[in-house]
């Protein structure tokens, strides 16, 4: 049990479109979801965490109007990044809990290239 | 807010020698404690996690890890490493109310000599 499913693991897009992720809980239903984001040999920082049916919280220096996070059911996030640039290139992984003080469990990543 | 330092960047050893990768962390009250294993290009791979009780850990693969608070420490420990057990390391920390939303160390890269 307990798993989380991203989709897809890898894209390649044109700058100045955007591409959307997807992060699936397949067996459990996940009140809240977070989104990572991991550059090039170089450790996992935390973007956002989203709560079924309502705003995500960013971290501080994430862009909110670039990184579009919706939460719309319990066991669907979905992560937009818009007008994509080659510096947005990088390894984006969520993880998802139930809620509260128990373990989240992390998807396989997407692989992010904007050319 | 808590934070991880994981002091080793690389590390190497040979196969079958023991292993050891260092995690300290900061954090105000009792922390979650985690172990990932990441391959080239993979996901993350949960080794173990320490959330209370025995603060000797037992996980995957043949590690395990201890709590240490009078330290800060949580390091991983593996008593004969394996070829396959080359890879990136991470040591995260949650905080308690959100023992799901991690803080991650920097990573050891592990190298194995045949």
């Known amino acids: 049990g307990a798993v989380v499913s991203q989709h897809p693991s890898w894209v390649i897009c044109k700058s100045g479109t955007s591409v959307k992720i997807e992060c699936r809980s397949l067996?459990?239903?996940?009140?809240?979801m977070f989104w990572y984001r991991q550059f090039p040999k170089q450790s996992l920082m935390l973007m956002a965490t989203s709560n079924e049916g309502s705003k995500a919280t960013y971290e501080q220096g994430v862009e909110k109007d670039k990184f579009l996070i919706n939460h719309a059911s319990l066991t669907l996030s979905t992560l937009t990044v818009t007008s994509a640039h080659p510096e947005d290139s990088s390894f984006y992984i969520c993880?998802?809990?139930?809620?509260?003080?128990?373990?989240?469990?992390f998807g396989q990543g997407t692989r992010l290239t904007v050319v | 807010a808590q934070s991880v330092t994981q002091p080793d960047i690389h590390i190497t050893v040979s196969e079958g020698a023991s292993l050891e990768l260092r995690c300290n962390y900061s954090?105000?009250?009792?922390?979650?404690l985690f172990w990932y294993v990441q391959s080239p290009g993979q996901g993350l791979q949960l080794l173990l996690k320490?959330?209370?009780?025995?603060?000797l850990v037992q996980g995957i693969k043949g590690f395990e890890a201890e709590f240490k608070r009078s330290q800060s420490s949580f390091n991983l420990r593996k008593p004969s490493v394996h070829w396959s057990d080359a890879a990136e390391y991470f040591c995260?920390?949650?905080?308690?109310?959100?023992?799901?939303?991690?803080?991650f160390g920097t990573g050891t890269q592990l190298k194995v000599e045949l």
């Open positions: 067996d459990f239903q996940a009140t809240t």
């Open positions: 320490y959330f209370s009780g025995d603060t």
């Open positions: 954090y105000g009250a009792t922390p979650y």
């Open positions: 993880s998802a809990s139930v809620g509260g003080n128990t373990e989240a469990f």
């Open positions: 995260a920390v949650g905080a308690t109310g959100g023992g799901n939303k991690l803080t």
